[in-house]
């Protein structure tokens, strides 16, 4: 009864929130039993695909808003110029996976167990149909993916030939170009495919990829800080408990821990770094394994998704400076410390979000469940306090609130995963799902290339010296 009384909380919700109407009335009419995903997504598309036409034409001379300098010099934020199906990010509620709140996600989708955290599997059922599934159909497709999941030997080589030093994120960037070599979608391609039927074998590369990404990832970590000694996948387990398992992990806590990261870090709508850029080398009809690769590339910046990692020094080195028994007061003192010498706070601020991240509060929930005594998380919840007054003061930054990324290095921490270099290798693995699930949708809905317009300062200035003019 729990699952149609949470129905019930998301009709009336769609009654208040029309924008979010069609995904919730994909939840709203899930009724089939089927447990094969590619033919639900079959009968799906034709229907999205009139849709999309439908919008085009009644529709494509509608203003979305005004473009200004700011917007141009400033990262081309504020700016709508995308369609993404899968996620929308909303600056004061958060995530939206096809309409559900992370909360909703969590007691919606199936779990591994009782009162357990969301199989990333369910999530990826969601992304790509807008539908909450059955467990038997979560349970299908993690056997699916489990049959997929089968690794060349000329991938171990490739990163192999990568000195152990390498940055994981390199080694697992490396791994996956090599999958390539497999790709569905390439030997289509070059075979003549019609274009009505791009998405199957870009299906076939997605589901592929997001089957053997842990196999990469578990192999670069044990490769990198366990001598090599590689674990083989668990074919009773499902994904986020065989990812923990090949890497190392085996309790119950960790496992759970694992469901949850990759279920809140698979997607984050599609203006994010690596979301575009997926997106972006994917309307070339470049294969979804150079699109990923291309994706993992920008994940690995310092700006976004190795942020993770950044946060979690910066917690040590408050520990070794002041202990871990710091009062508040020493806490302020070393935030403004960091501050004054023109640093960050990592893991404070978001460029779209204006409230507390729902991905933090849920981790946050998770820690307060499981690890309330924990030095480290005591240390974050005392952050969570002293950072946003301290950044509200500062005047200069729009969201002071806590994101994502500062609490998951904690808890992975606690577990026992503290190589905090390998922390953006988690985040790739986790958007594959978010990613792949959006480029299976660009080319069932023919999106095409993309090619904004560029300009100089010179066009700039004279553009608006012409506009005060007149």
């Known amino acids: 009864m729990s699952f149609f009384r949470g129905l019930s909380k998301l009709r009336s919700r769609v009654n208040r929130q029309s924008s979010l109407s069609n995904s919730v009335r994909w939840l709203q009419t899930q009724t089939s039993s089927d447990l094969d995903l590619h033919s639900q997504l079959k009968e799906l598309i034709p229907e999205q695909q009139d849709r999309l036409k439908k919008i085009k034409a009644e529709h494509g001379k509608v203003q979305l808003g005004n ?119 390439q030997k289509a391609y070059e075979k003549g495919i019609h274009k009505s039927k791009y998405w199957e074998p870009t299906y076939e590369d997605s589901l592929n990829l997001i089957a053997r990404v842990p196999l990469v990832a578990s192999y670069v970590y044990r490769r990198i800080y366990k001598d090599g000694k590689f674990i083989p996948m668990d074919n009773a387990l ?66 976004h998704g190795l942020a993770n990692q950044e946060v979690l020094l910066w917690i040590k080195s408050v520990v070794d400076e002041c202990g871990e028994n710091i009062t508040k007061e020493q806490l302020k003192d070393y935030v403004w410390k ?23 509060t849920c981790q946050r929930d998770f820690a307060l469940k499981h690890l309330p005594d924990d030095p480290l998380f005591q240390l974050v919840s005392k952050l969570y306090e002293v950072v946003p007054p301290i950044l509200t003061e500062l005047g200069k930054v729009k969201n002071p609130w806590p994101n994502v990324d500062a609490h998951s290095g904690v808890l992975l921490n606690y577990y026992g995963l503290t190589e905090a270099r390998y922390y953006t290798v988690l985040f790739g693995v986790s958007r594959s799902i978010g990613i792949c699930s959006q480029l299976i949708w660009d080319r069932a809905l023919g999106l095409p290339l993309e090619r904004p317009k560029s300009v100089t300062m010179d066009w700039l200035e004279n553009f608006c010296k012409k506009a005060k003019a007149a």
């Not at 694992?258 to 994917?282: F, K, P, Q, W």
């Not at 960091?338 to 933090?360: A, E, I, M």
Request: proline content about 7%.
């Open 67 to 185: 473009i200004t300098v700011d917007m141009v010099l400033g990262g081309m934020r504020g700016m709508t110029g995308l369609l993404w199906e899968t996620s929308l990010l909303d600056p004061d509620e958060g995530i939206r996976f096809r309409g559900l709140s992370i909360p909703e996600c969590q007691k919606l989708l199936p779990a591994a167990k009782p009162d357990g955290e969301p199989l990333p599997e369910g999530l990826l059922w969601l992304l790509l149909t807008g539908k909450v599934p059955s467990k038997a159909q979560v349970d299908a497709l993690s056997q699916e993916l489990r049959s997929r999941a089968t690794m060349p030997d000329y991938v171990f080589k490739a990163i192999d030939a990568l000195p152990v030093s390498a940055h994981p994120m390199t080694q697992f960037a490396t791994g996956v170009m090599a999958l390539q070599v497999q790709s569905e979608f």
């Open 238 to 303: 499902d994904y986020g408990g065989n990812f923990s398992h090949m890497l190392g992990f085996d309790s119950p806590q960790m496992q759970e821990l694992m469901r949850l990261y990759v279920t809140i870090h698979s997607d984050h709508e599609g203006g994010n770094v690596s979301a575009h850029t997926g997106h972006l080398v994917g309307s070339a009809l470049s294969d979804p394994y150079l699109s990923f690769a291309a994706a993992l590339n920008g994940l690995a910046g310092p700006l």
């Open 338 to 360: 960091t501050l004054n010498s023109g640093k960050v706070v990592p893991g404070f601020g978001h460029g779209v979000l204006r409230k507390t991240d729902p991905r933090y």
